[in-house]
């Protein structure tokens, strides 16, 4: 019991204090991955050859009772936002599939008041310096999930109008020479895959900014901000329930993890 305790303790000490600062690890790849790290310690997050109830225990009591367990906010919004600039030539959907794990561990912490009341009080600072030369760190956090939701919802609705066109043409696919019959259901296959992967990321943002505003509400509607914001409500509600909607209507929509009612 009481090694379990210490062998988390010690992975804690090591995970916040390089995650967080780019002062101690400069290498942003390496950051996000102590981030993938951390949330491998979150208790429902199954490890093979788990000892099962006693380790569910202690992992949820390094949560609870770990004394610097509040860092853990500001350390993953501060590997969030530095992740979006690498300086390094990488795939741009990488940094989606960094932050995927980051949002997992922000979940979980976010149902505790404590830590509740840790991402508040970093939200009532940036309103309150909201236009400061340098932008607070929620600040930065909060535009960023805002970009990302945009881009990612519009990449996800271009690639279903594409599957819609695609299923369309199907018919004519046996008609087609073997050879292009094939490239054609291959690229079929690929634009479904981003479809999918778009869909989903896309929905992981907009969770986010929900849970977010359910508490949180100042940073959202300043004058900075709240046009920026419902422009892209009034953008992606449009698209769904709006004379377009039908471009995105295609056959097995939970294949394409596509649920535009969410």
């Given at each position: 019991f009481f090694f379990y305790c210490e062998c988390f303790e010690m992975i804690m000490d090591f995970v916040l204090p390089f995650m967080g600062s780019p002062h101690w690890l400069k290498n942003p790849h390496l950051r996000a991955r102590l981030a993938e790290c951390l949330e491998c310690l979150l208790p429902h997050h199954e490890l093979q050859g788990s000892s099962g109830f006693s380790l569910k225990f202690n992992r949820e009591r390094i949560f609870t009772e770990y004394k610097f367990r509040l860092e853990i906010i500001p350390c993953i919004l501060n590997v969030f936002v530095n992740i979006e600039n690498t300086g390094q030539a990488v795939e741009f959907e990488m940094k989606f599939n960094y932050r995927r794990p980051m949002f997992e561990i922000l979940k979980y912490v976010w149902e505790m008041e404590d830590y509740r009341a840790k991402m508040i009080q970093l939200a009532n600072h940036a309103a309150e310096h909201i236009l400061d030369e340098i932008p607070p760190l929620f600040l930065r956090f909060v535009n960023l999930l805002v970009n990302d939701a945009i881009f990612l919802l519009d990449e996800a609705l271009n690639y279903m109008k594409q599957i819609q066109e695609e299923q369309a043409e199907k018919p004519q696919w046996d008609d087609l020479p073997p050879n292009e019959r094939t490239n054609r259901q291959s690229q079929y296959m690929h634009i479904g895959r981003l479809a999918r992967?778009?869909?989903?990321?896309?929905?992981?943002?907009?969770?986010?900014?929900?849970?977010?505003?359910?508490?949180?509400?100042?940073?959202?509607?300043?004058?900075?901000?709240?046009?920026?914001?419902?422009?892209?409500?009034?953008?992606?509600?449009?698209?769904?329930?709006?004379?377009?909607?039908?471009?995105?209507?295609?056959?097995?929509?939970?294949?394409?993890?596509?649920?535009?009612?969410?």
């Open positions: 992967y778009h869909n989903i990321m896309g929905l992981d943002n907009i969770k986010m900014l929900d849970m977010l505003t359910k508490e949180i509400a100042a940073v959202f509607t300043h004058s900075t901000m709240v046009d920026r914001i419902a422009a892209m409500l009034n953008y992606f509600l449009k698209n769904l329930v709006g004379p377009e909607r039908k471009s995105f209507k295609v056959q097995n929509l939970e294949e394409f993890a596509f649920r535009p009612a969410e």
